[in-house]
């Protein structure tokens, strides 16, 4: 297990790096990365390229911020998807809803675990959350994957994890944490 000193963006190369390097090692089949706007995702979709795992990359869905608005770059999704990886854009699982009903200062089940999560990190929780969204675009299979995600920008956590979908959540099981910030 990696712990970095802090959750920058300069942590990034290594947890892709650990993320590929363990996905080998095991003869895990498949990497889901967490990317806002694109960049990680074209810098994993580069390290993956021709080592015969299947990238999918998990962005946010149309109006995650703002009305209408995509945050993820389509230049950088066609680059992606050039490379051989997938990307996803969809709604997250334990932020868009619970957000909607945040704003009206209510609370839901899905908030309690979304916090639970981030007691092990942001990145754990992310890393949870794209997993099951992955899984439910039939992106990824029933098996043991990796996810990597971040604190912010950039990745700082990677996690080895059995996937599931979200009707399945509880079924989803965080084998190991391979890499993650201290300072979450």
């Not at 995509?70 to 230049?75: A, G, N, S, V, Y």
């Not at 949870?128 to 971040?150: F, H, K, Q, R, T």
Request: charged residues 20%.
């Amino acid at each position: 297990m990696v712990y970095f000193d802090s959750s920058k963006s300069d942590n990034t190369g290594k947890t892709l790096q650990i993320a590929k390097d363990e996905a080998l090692k095991r003869g895990i089949k498949h990497i889901v990365v967490a990317s806002t706007r694109g960049s990680t995702g074209l810098q994993a979709a580069k390290l993956m390229q021709n080592t015969g795992i299947k990238l999918v990359v998990v962005g946010h869905s149309t109006g995650h911020i703002e009305l209408g608005q995509q945050l993820f770059d389509m230049e950088l999704k066609r680059q992606i998807e050039s490379l051989g990886a997938t990307v996803y854009l969809g709604t997250d699982l334990l932020t868009g809803f619970p957000s909607a009903m945040r704003k009206r200062n209510r609370f839901t089940e899905e908030t309690v675990v979304a916090d639970a999560l981030r007691m092990f990190g942001q990145g754990v929780k992310v890393c949870v959350e794209i997993v099951a969204m992955a899984s439910d675009a039939n992106l990824l299979p029933v098996a043991d994957a990796i996810a990597v995600a971040g604190t912010g920008r950039g990745a700082d956590t990677c996690i080895l994890v059995g996937a599931n979908s979200t009707n399945q959540f509880f079924d989803i099981k965080v084998r190991e944490i391979l890499a993650k910030p201290r300072d979450f």
